[in-house]
């Protein structure tokens, strides 16, 4: 069955980078689009960032030059770099899959992963 799980998050300061990684299993993801979301206490889950099978890429406007998001076919694994963090992106970060042929990177994803804890003090 298809799994993911998230790594790499962590407690840093404002300033600070981290770089989540998404470990996906069960089948060839080289077709998916593969995204990132994240959910604050108190606050909806919200998309964060998406990249295609095509490698076209979507990011929120608050993540805008900060974060960068990656794919490596090879190893069914993709990526968030974030870079210059913010308290304001403290959240549970989710990585999440579905086919690249449904199109709106921004919703209706198949496959999600447990998360991963992320925290930015100030």
């Known amino acids: 069955q298809v799994q993911l799980v998230e790594s790499g998050g962590g407690l840093v300061q404002a300033g600070d980078s981290l770089r989540l990684s998404c470990a996906a299993s069960?089948?060839?993801?080289?077709?998916?689009?593969m995204g990132w979301f994240r959910q604050a206490p108190g606050k909806e889950r919200e998309f964060v960032a998406a990249i295609t099978w095509s490698g076209s890429i979507y990011y929120v406007d608050s993540v805008k030059g900060r974060f960068t998001i990656s794919r490596d076919n090879a190893k069914n694994t993709f990526y968030l770099q974030m870079n210059s963090l913010k308290p304001e992106d403290t959240a549970v970060y989710y990585c999440?899959?579905?086919?690249?042929?449904?199109?709106?990177?921004?919703?209706?994803?198949?496959?999600w992963g447990q998360g991963t804890q992320v925290t930015v003090s100030s």
């Open positions: 069960g089948r060839t993801f080289s077709t998916y689009t």
């Open positions: 999440a899959v579905k086919p690249s042929w449904r199109g709106d990177c921004l919703k209706e994803y198949d496959y």
